[in-house]
């Protein structure tokens, strides 16, 4: 599955931001990198920063391994 990167920069200018109900929210795959779904490029409700959001690079998801 693939996902959006957000280096340093990316992270502190776009988590956190909101429009209405919806908001964006990075969390830290495996690797620790600053992700976010891919969905958020297509959500109107982020149209606003849209251009921002289509400069983060795209990756494959490395999900943090848990035990049960």
Not at 8 to 22: D, H, I, K, P, V
């Amino acid at each position: 599955m693939e996902v959006l990167k957000a280096n340093t920069a990316q992270y502190e200018a776009l988590n956190g931001f909101t429009n209405g109900n919806s908001y964006i929210s990075f969390i830290q795959d495996a690797n620790d990198n600053w992700i976010i779904g891919k969905e958020v490029l297509t959500d109107d409700e982020f149209l606003e920063i849209r251009n921002q959001l289509e400069e983060l690079e795209v990756i494959n998801y490395n999900p943090k391994k848990t035990e049960l």
